[in-house]
């Protein structure tokens, strides 16, 4: 315990400005009491700040930690809390909190067990539930993440901004003969892409040929007139039983994922014209067969071939057009 808080005044002493250290309005280490009521009395920045259920700080230049919660002025370091974290300061460098996360600005991380709201994030917000900021260059993880611009990504099952994607549209394959379901969500730098195919005499029954993708992707253009979507994914054939897959996720009849998945790549580039609301796509789909993996159904084998060998892997790619429409 000795040698734990000398290495707190060490690090307290080596990032705060010299002049601040001998100050009698700056702690190296200050203890909240109770909150808004800490030793020493006259600090008004702190180094380190400590207390059980919660801290009411100025300034706090290294870490503050408590039980319950943390609010700060200006906040230079680390805010930790069992509960939440308030940090009023334009560019809070970390906060982690077991509920919650308050700040002006972020520049590196917040993470929390169900939200975080923020101004700019630069970095990342991680959080249970949903993430709220304004513009963000960075990553926002949860299960709702909301941004006015994202420059980065978005990853959750809703995600919205300025320039966020949220697509559903089906399309038909003529040459396999597949109609396919898809939705898009993330950003136009980045979107998660899902989809299922199967023949479209068989949409309302189980058939084991039908196809299950799962991908990202880029925009490029204008989403609200004529752009252009460019993914990459990896699809996989469900087969004719499909409780394998429910086996393999529960570890049951001693059956893994290892042992059911066979996926292929799959590449895609759609263009797409949005008429108020309505999305009219054709697009190039191709299915690559990998002599090292050839996973790839021999239903898809249609369409144009193109085969070659990259980076020591031979594989033959079928391209087949496809047109849709969405929303």
């Known amino acids: 315990m000795k040698h734990i808080f000398s290495l707190f005044f060490a690090l307290a002493f080596a990032f705060i400005p ?20 800490a030793l020493p009395f006259n600090a008004k920045a702190a180094g380190i700040v400590v207390g059980s259920i919660g801290n009411v700080s100025g300034r706090v230049d290294l870490l503050q930690a408590a039980g319950v919660f943390n609010i700060a ?18 560019d809070a460098p970390l906060q982690l909190a077991g509920v919650f996360n308050i700040a002006k600005g972020v520049e590196g991380l917040q993470s929390a067990g169900v939200f975080n709201v923020s101004g700019r994030v630069q970095g990342a917000q991680f959080a249970g539930v949903f993430n709220v900021a304004d513009d963000v260059d960075g990553f926002q993880v949860g299960l709702i993440n909301i941004a006015d611009r994202v420059k980065g990504i978005q990853l959750g099952l809703i995600n919205i901004s300025s320039n966020g994607v949220f697509d559903i549209s089906g399309n038909w394959e003529a040459a396999t003969g597949l109609a396919r379901a898809t939705f898009k969500t993330g950003n136009t730098s980045v979107f998660a892409e899902y989809s299922l195919a199967a023949p479209k005499d068989e949409l309302f029954k189980y058939y084991g040929n039908a196809v299950v993708s799962a991908g990202l992707g880029t925009r490029i ?29 529960h570890h049951w009849n001693g059956v893994e994922f290892a042992d059911i998945l066979e996926p292929w790549p799959t590449v895609d ?59």
């Open 18 to 37: 010299a002049t601040d250290a001998f100050s009698d309005v700056y702690a190296p280490i200050q203890i909240s009491l109770v909150p808004g009521l």
């Open 73 to 90: 002025d200006d906040l230079r370091g680390i805010q930790t809390a069992g509960v939440f974290n308030i940090a009023d300061n334009r």
């Open 221 to 249: 253009g204008n989403q609200k007139f004529l752009y252009l979507d460019l993914s990459v994914s990896a699809s996989q054939a469900l087969g004719p039983d499909p409780s394998q897959f429910i086996d393999a996720w």
């Open 269 to 327: 580039a759609s263009l797409t014209l949005n008429l108020g609301g309505i999305h009219l796509t054709g697009g190039l789909r191709a299915d690559v067969s990998l002599a090292s993996a050839p996973n790839m159904p021999a239903f898809l084998a249609k369409g144009m071939p193109y085969s070659d060998t990259w980076f020591g892997e031979s594989f033959t790619a079928w391209t087949k057009w496809y047109l849709g429409v969405g929303f």
